[in-house]
């Protein structure tokens, strides 16, 4: 697990050291085991920062392979290492060291591009070919691990921060208005944009292509998606043996470390289904931690339940208190200052928190992470079904109603009217024409891709917004970030590519088992764990971490979050930014929590505000164009 930086330079000498330095020290957080370097003395220029987790002694970057053509600076963990070592082996590769960076480097010698099929884990890495003079980078299927790349003049850099090219030559902050504007709407920065005009990202499931002697654009592809119009025929018994295999062996493959492995645990069913398989399914001896507020006093349901299901499992069960009212909003400028782009969730302060705890212990850990974008876990998914089935019942409109002033769920396909929606939302917005056209590329776009993937009905385009998107912005980059500046890899088994094929074709009715009755959602995964654990608690209703302190009564009450909205919005109004939208939803939201409204409409645009601001109040250089 590690940092990686670099450069390719049309004129040898363009980066200044102070640019160096800049790369050095913005990916230092991520791995303060090692850090090293390598040019080829004609403008190409990688850097490395190393959290040690496979071979420790020989695993160390930039790393040639043994005929010293090809060089590559590497993030992430490849878990099926040892099986690919194996056949690359036999067709031909020589091994000199034991890591999976290797792997990577021998499989491209003998396949090129398509060396991303074979693997497993989350990584991203570029590969310098010193023969054809030209870059070769890649990203995992779900987009776990960051690239980002700028072209600056005759310079092509990427790093896996956008703080790396701060100090670059050229380089200017400027901030993109259609992208703060799909972030506020969508929850995420569109796929390939980031919160900079001059920076991009390249895509899950991507590789690119650059050459020296070219434009120095990237030449992306996409090698993977998820299908979703090809639904299993199986039963429930036969499902659920098919989740348990590929779950099992996801989890197996992520217990392959040289250091200490340890457990984040809730003790609901996503983080207690991968304790139990790893501990009890396949014998391993690992400690769990939970992070809440509870005391004697003022004692959380989430934490008892936590305890319980660690005694009925055998677990080593460890308890990390945090005080929410205290230390959340006090603690979010020391968690989010490594946090190049804004992030919607408060709960990286609480993430951090725990990461750090768990260090001393252990390098890596295990999470739930990602099941409840793919099995539909959330507050509210079941409505999304039965939504779905309304506009399916009237799809037969469609062709008459085509060219009509009708809904676009009336006349479109399901992605092309959720698209339209989200366009229709922002057109009130104080944005010129060119922002919002670009913005009405960039949630058309999301349709496009939908449409490719299959992701036509109701529950199969919610995951896939999820796990593109909104998740991909939030509760996948929160373990990344959070979890580096803990020296700590986090590892995700629901995020196994496999796992992701599995929701995909898994039919709607062993997600959502009954739109009319609470906790049916997430249906297989909890029958599932309903077989480990007591029924009431595989069945319960999602709470997460603090559900039940009300944070929507504190943001409409406490004192102090109003003075961090207000430094939030100072903040925001610095870059010449209008607050009205954000400061309305505040007010509405307020106004909902009073009228007794149990969730209110306008939370997203409030803490997008929040975030967004809290963030720029941390990036003085930041600004909107002139």
Not at 262 to 269: D, P, R
């Amino acid at each position: 697990m590690c940092g990686i930086a670099g450069y390719m330079s049309k004129a040898a000498a363009a980066v200044p050291e102070k640019g160096r330095q800049a790369l050095r020290d913005a990916i230092f957080f991520r791995g303060r085991d090692a850090h090293a370097e390598w040019s080829d003395g004609r403008g190409v220029h990688f850097s490395h920062a190393r959290l040690s987790i496979i071979d420790l002694k020989t695993g160390g970057q930039p790393m040639h392979d043994a005929s010293g053509r090809f060089v590559i600076v590497f993030n992430g963990e490849i878990y099926n290492y040892r099986e690919l070592r194996e056949a690359y082996r036999k067709a031909g590769a020589v091994f000199r060291t034991e890591s999976d960076t290797e792997v990577i480097l021998e499989g491209y010698r003998l396949k090129g591009a398509a060396v991303c099929n074979d693997l497993n884990g989350m990584f991203v890495f570029a590969i310098w070919d010193t023969l054809e003079h030209r870059l070769f980078m890649a990203r995992d299927r779900v987009g776990k691990k960051p690239l980002f790349w700028t072209v600056l003049g005759g310079l092509f850099c990427f790093a896996s921060t956008l703080d790396a090219f701060h100090d670059l030559p050229g380089w200017q902050s400027t901030l993109s208005p259609s992208a703060m504007l799909f972030s506020s709407i969508v929850g995420s920065f569109a796929n390939g944009r980031t919160i900079y005009k001059q920076a991009f990202a390249l895509p899950p499931a991507s590789h690119a292509v650059v050459r020296l002697d070219g434009d120095l654009q990237p030449k992306i592809e996409t090698y993977w998606r998820p299908v979703f119009g090809q639904k299993s025929t199986r039963g429930l018994p036969d499902l659920l043996d098919e989740y348990e295999t590929l779950l099992s062996d996801a989890v197996n493959i992520r217990l392959r470390s040289h250091v200490p492995i340890a457990l984040t645990f809730s003790g609901g069913v996503d983080s207690g289904t991968v304790a139990y398989i790893a501990t009890r399914k396949l014998g391993q001896k690992l400690d769990c931690y939970t992070i809440d507020y509870h005391t004697d006093a003022n004692q959380s349901e989430e934490t008892i339940i936590a305890k319980a299901v660690a005694e009925r499992l055998g677990l080593s069960w460890r308890f990390i208190h945090f005080d929410y009212h205290r230390d959340l909003l006090a603690s979010l400028a020391d968690e989010y200052r490594f946090y190049d782009q804004p992030c919607q969730q408060l709960g990286l302060v609480y993430s951090g928190r725990l990461f750090k705890a768990i260090k001393p212990h252990a390098t890596v850990v295990l999470s739930g992470n990602g099941a409840d974008e793919l099995f539909t876990g959330y507050l509210g998914d079941e409505k999304v079904l039965l939504k779905g089935y309304a506009v399916d019942a009237l799809k037969f409109l469609r062709p008459i109603l085509r060219h009509s002033n009708a809904s676009p769920y009336l006349r479109m396909s399901l992605p092309e009217a959720y698209a339209e929606g989200l366009i229709a939302s922002a057109a009130s917005d104080a944005v010129d024409d060119d922002v919002f056209a670009e913005f009405a590329t960039d949630v058309r776009g999301i349709a496009a891709q939908a449409l490719e993937c299959g992701a036509e009905s109701a529950l199969d385009l919610k995951m896939f917004v999820s796990l593109g998107y909104s998740g991909a912005d939030s509760n996948f980059r929160i373990p990344d970030v959070s979890g580096m500046t803990a020296q700590v890899e986090v590892r995700s088994p629901f995020l196994d590519y496999r796992m992701v094929e599995f929701a995909a074709r898994l039919p709607h009715r062993f997600k959502v088992g009954n739109v009319f009755a609470a906790g049916r959602n997430k249906y297989l995964p909890k029958v599932y764990y309903a077989r480990h654990v007591p029924e009431d608690i595989a069945w319960s209703r999602k709470k997460g971490m603090g559900w039940n302190l009300r944070w929507d009564r504190s943001i409409a009450n406490d004192p102090n979050f109003t003075i961090g909205f207000d430094r939030a919005w100072n903040a925001i109004d610095r870059i010449g930014m209008d607050t009205t939208r954000f400061r309305a939803a505040k007010n509405s939201y307020v106004a909902d929590v009073h009228g007794g409204a149990e969730f209110s409409g306008h939370a997203r645009l409030m803490m997008n505000g929040l975030m967004l601001g809290s963030w720029l109040s941390q990036h003085p250089e930041a600004h909107l164009a002139a």
